[in-house]
């Protein structure tokens, strides 16, 4: 079982539309979960960080953990072109020091 | 917020060349920062943990006589790829996460080798 599990993609949504992404993790006592964005050739860039359980808002952007399912989703609100990314489920296992594990990424295509 | 500066951003170099790829903290220190590598279609794998003023801590399978990082202050890392084959090819990115409560990962932009 991987560290960190996310649908490849590409999840495909149109405009407007509230896009969904998914990932799950294995180790249970998990401390702090991020959500990174990265276009193609460059970069991740942070988009959301959550460690409690429950929503966070920022934005079109929410958040949402439930450490009970080992489970951990980004909903991006109003679906723009600009938004088409792989997005990335980071994970920083307790006891891990200050050490990330990514999932694969979930790649999002936002259509016209 | 917090910028990592990455240089340089794109090298090509001839297989059994040494390239040497800087990581910066511009507005925070560092006392610890990551080296990822990334191939086409693939997720970031973390190379090595870069520690100031000790030795790196490598992640398994990952020859650290190959792969030299440098921590030699609070602001700068260096990883420097010896003996470079095109195997080596890839996209090395850097992080670092100032201290304090909620403060994310930042990364650098990144650095595409290419060894020919």
């Known amino acids: 079982q991987k560290e960190v599990e996310q649908n490849s993609g590409p999840l495909s949504v149109p405009e407007g539309a509230i896009a969904s992404l998914n990932c799950t993790y294995s180790?249970?006592?998990?401390?702090?979960f991020f959500w990174y964005r990265q276009y193609s050739g460059k970069s991740p860039e942070l988009i959301m960080s959550?460690?409690?359980?429950g929503d966070k808002e920022d934005g079109r952007f929410t958040a949402q953990l439930n450490k009970a399912s080992q489970y951990v989703s980004l909903l991006i609100r109003d679906s723009q072109p600009s938004d088409s990314a792989t997005y990335l489920c980071?994970?920083?296992?307790?006891?891990?020091?200050?050490?990330?594990?990514f999932g694969t990424g979930t790649q999002l295509k936002v259509e016209l | 917020g917090a910028v990592v500066s990455q240089h340089p951003s794109r090298v090509i170099c001839k297989s059994g060349t040494s390239v040497k790829i800087e990581c910066r903290s511009l507005?925070?220190?560092?006392?610890?920062m990551f080296w990822y590598r990334q191939f086409p279609k693939q997720s970031l794998m973390l190379m090595a943990t870069?520690?100031?003023?000790?030795?790196?801590?490598?992640e398994q399978g990952v020859e650290k006589d190959k792969f030299l990082i440098n921590h030699a202050s609070l602001t700068l890392s260096t990883l420097t790829v010896t003996s470079a084959h095109p195997e080596d090819s890839s996209f090395y990115i850097c992080?670092?996460?100032?201290?304090?409560?909620?403060?994310?990962?930042?990364f650098g932009s990144g650095t595409r080798l290419t060894v020919v």
């Open positions: 992080s670092a996460r100032p201290t304090g409560e909620g403060h994310g990962y930042t």
């Open positions: 180790d249970r006592v998990s401390q702090s």
């Open positions: 959550i460690y409690s359980n």
């Open positions: 980071a994970v920083n296992p307790r006891g891990g020091g200050n050490k990330l594990t």
């Open positions: 507005d925070f220190q560092a006392t610890t």
């Open positions: 870069s520690n100031e003023g000790s030795k790196a801590t490598y």
